[in-house]
C-alpha cells in the first residue's frame, strides 16, 4: 500500500426531505445564486423547494449548464457571482451543473485569463493560483459522477474535456436524496451505474498493492451495483435500489477507495475523447471502451482481473484465462442489461473514425495513460479496435 493523505470536508446529507438543512448550511446573510442545467429541477418543482429552502435570503438564479458543461456558458455565470457579489453558490442537478459550478466558483476571482485553469490537468490548482474561492453546496439529482462528494471537475472547451482538480472545491454540503432522481429517463440512471462502476475499476483493477480493506471496499461498491442496477433502471421509484446506486456512486469516487493504491484512468481519458467528438454520453464511452481494455491489458491487469473474477463475479472454474475472459464477458453483459451498448458500430462509429481519436488523444497529451503510464497512442488505438 502506498502513502497516502485522505481529506475530504464535504458534509453529506443522505434521505428523504432534507431540504430543511439548507437554512442552517447556507450563511443567513449570504447572497445565493441557484446554478442549474436545462430545465428538468424546475420542471420537476425542485428549485422552488430549494428556494423556500433559502426563505429570506437574496437568490439569483443561473440556468442552462448542459450537459459536459462548456467553459463559456460557466464564465457567464462567473460574470454575474463577480458582478453581484454572490457569496455562496448552490447547484442543483448532476455531475454537469456540479462539475461546473465548481469552475464557476474558481474563474469567478482568479487573477488572469480562466482558460488557464483548464491546463492544470491532473495537477491540484491551490490558493497560490487562486486566492479566493467561492463557497458552494449541492443538491444532487443525478447519481454517477461522484461530484457531489469530491473536488474534481471536467470541463469542456473547443475539441476537448479538461480535468480540473483543486482541494478548494469540494462542496462545503451535499444534499443526496433519491426521491430527487425518480424523474431521470432510463438510460441516465444507466448511464450512472456504468459510471460509478467503471470510477470504482480505475480504482481497483490495476496491480496489487496488498491493499485489503481498499479491495474489499471497492468489490463491495462493485456487487451492489450489479445487485440493483437492473433493479433501478427498471423501476425508478424503487427507493431502497436508487438509494443504494446514490450511495455507491457517491463511494465510488469520494476518493476514499483511491487511497493508496495505484489508479488507471485511461478508459476515462479515451473516453471523454468519444464525448467531445461524438457527443456520446459519458457513462456510454465507459461502456464502450471498458471491456475492450480490460481485453487488451489482460497481462499487466491479470492478478487483479483473477481477485474480480472469484470476489465480484464468483467465478471459481476454469484456467485463470478463462476466468478472466468469462469476467470481461459478464461486465460488458452488465452493461448491456442496462441498456446500454457497448460496441462503437453501434453508435454509427467505424474504424475510419478512429485515427481522428488518436490524434485527438495526441493533442490533449493523453500518451503515457493507465496505472502504469505504458499506455502509447498506439494502445489506445488497438482498445478502440477491440471496441469496435
Ligand atoms: O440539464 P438538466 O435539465 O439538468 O438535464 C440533465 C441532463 O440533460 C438530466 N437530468 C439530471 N438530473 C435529472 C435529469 N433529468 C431528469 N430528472 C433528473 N433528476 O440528465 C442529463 C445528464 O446530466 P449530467 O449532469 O450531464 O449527467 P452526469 O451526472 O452523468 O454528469 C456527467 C458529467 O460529469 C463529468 C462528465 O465528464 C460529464 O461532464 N464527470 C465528473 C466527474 C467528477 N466530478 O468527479 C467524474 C466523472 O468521471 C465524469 O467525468
Ligand atoms: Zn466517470
Known amino acids: 500500500m502506498f502513502n497516502f493523505d485522505f481529506y475530504n470536508p464535504t458534509r453529506i446529507l443522505f434521505g428523504k426531505d432534507r431540504l430543511g438543512a439548507i437554512d442552517t448550511l447556507v450563511p443567513a446573510d449570504a447572497k445565493v445564486l441557484i446554478t442549474f442545467g436545462g430545465g428538468s429541477a424546475k420542471k420537476s418543482g425542485l428549485i422552488d423547494k430549494v428556494k423556500a429552502a433559502l426563505g429570506r435570503r437574496q437568490v439569483e438564479e443561473f440556468c442552462g449548464i448542459e450537459p459536459n458543461p462548456r467553459y463559456e456558458t460557466l464564465m457567464k455565470a462567473a460574470a454575474i457571482v463577480r458582478s453581484q457579489n454572490i457569496d455562496f453558490i448552490l447547484a442543483v442537478g448532476g455531475g454537469s451543473v456540479i462539475d461546473g459550478t465548481k469552475f464557476i466558483c474558481l474563474a469567478t476571482y482568479y487573477d488572469g485569463d480562466a482558460r488557464d485553469l483548464l491546463k492544470f490537468g491532473f495537477r491540484h490548482i491551490t490558493s497560490e493560483v487562486v486566492k479566493k474561492v467561492v463557497s458552494f453546496g449541492a443538491v444532487l439529482t443525478l447519481p454517477a459522477a461522484g461530484s457531489e462528494m469530491n473536488s474534481g471537475a471536467v470541463v469542456s472547451y473547443e475539441h476537448g474535456k479538461f480535468p480540473v482538480l483543486s482541494d478548494m472545491t469540494f462542496p462545503k454540503f451535499s444534499i443526496l436524496d433519491p426521491t430527487y432522481t425518480f424523474t431521470l429517463p432510463k438510460i441516465q440512471v444507466a448511464n450512472g451505474i456504468v459510471d460509478a462502476f467503471v470510477h470504482v475499476g480505475e480504482q481497483y483493477l490495476t496491480f496489487p498493492v496488498a491493499a485489503k480493506l481498499q479491495d474489499r471496499m471497492a468489490e463491495g461498491i462493485l456487487q451492489t451495483l450489479v445487485e440493483i442496477g437492473v433493479t433501478t433502471v427498471n423501476e425508478p421509484e424503487n427507493y431502497d ?148
Open 241 to 388: 435500489a436508487r438509494a443504494n446506486h446514490v450511495w455507491s456512486a457517491t463511494m465510488a469516487l469520494n476518493g476514499i477507495i483511491a487511497v493508496g493504491v495505484p489508479q488507471d484512468w485511461a478508459t476515462h481519458m479515451i473516453g471523454h475523447e468519444l464525448t467531445a467528438r461524438f457527443g456520446i454520453d459519458h457513462g456510454q464511452t465507459l461502456a464502450i471502451v471498458y471491456p475492450a481494455l480490460l481485453d487488451v491489458r489482460k497481462e499487466q491487469k491479470r492478478a487483479k482481473l483473477l481477485q474480480y473474477a472469484e470476489r465480484v463475479w464468483h467465478i471459481e472454474n476454469g484456467s485463470e484465462d478463462e476466468k478472466i475472459d468469462l469476467a470481461i464477458q459478464k461486465t460488458r453483459a452488465f452493461f448491456e442489461s442496462l441498456g446500454i451498448k457497448t460496441r462503437l458500430s453501434e453508435y454509427g462509429i467505424t474504424a475510419d473514425d478512429i485515427p481522428a481519436l488518436i490524434d485527438q488523444l495526441k493533442a490533449h497529451g493523453m500518451v503515457a495513460l493507465s496505472e502504469t503510464q505504458d499506455i502509447t497512442p498506439e494502445i489506445s488505438q488497438k482498445i478502440l479496435e477491440k471496441a469496435m
